[in-house]
Nanobody
């Protein structure tokens, strides 16, 4: 089974930027849909961004559109989340997740289809 490990979290002032990384081991990420989720204080977990198997298609939750960019490097088995113009409400734990291998359209996957999860990396945005 694939294992994913997130990194790159930290503390930043509002308006700043962070880049999160998610590196997979044991098995590659090619042919897997990949996603970033987050759990913010007082809120349910939400899917922030998804990226298709070859990186040609992405989708974002409305609250981060225009500020966050998801990308992937399959040769390096790594997925990134570039977060710009960070807001206080972006504070939370960010998780990387992967589906099983397959070539379904990633937008067809529900949250339960992401079965491989990392331990998360914390992002704290302060004023």
């Amino acid at each position: 089974r694939v294992q994913v490990v997130e990194s790159g979290g930290g503390s930043v002032q509002a308006g700043g930027s962070l880049r999160l990384s998610c590196t997979a081991s044991r098995h590659g990420i090619l042919s897997r849909c990949m996603a970033w989720f987050r759990r913010t204080p007082g809120n349910e977990r939400e899917r922030v961004a998804i990226i298709s198997q070859r990186g040609g298609a992405t989708a974002y939750v409305d609250s981060v559109k225009g500020r966050f960019t998801v990308s992937r490097d399959n040769a390096q088995n790594t997925v990134y989340l570039q977060m710009n113009s960070l807001k206080l409400e972006d504070t939370g734990m960010y998780y990387c997740a992967a589906t099983v291998p397959g070539w379904r359209v990633c937008s067809d996957y529900g949250d339960d289809d992401y079965v491989y999860w990392g331990q998360g990396t914390r992002v704290t945005v302060s004023s």
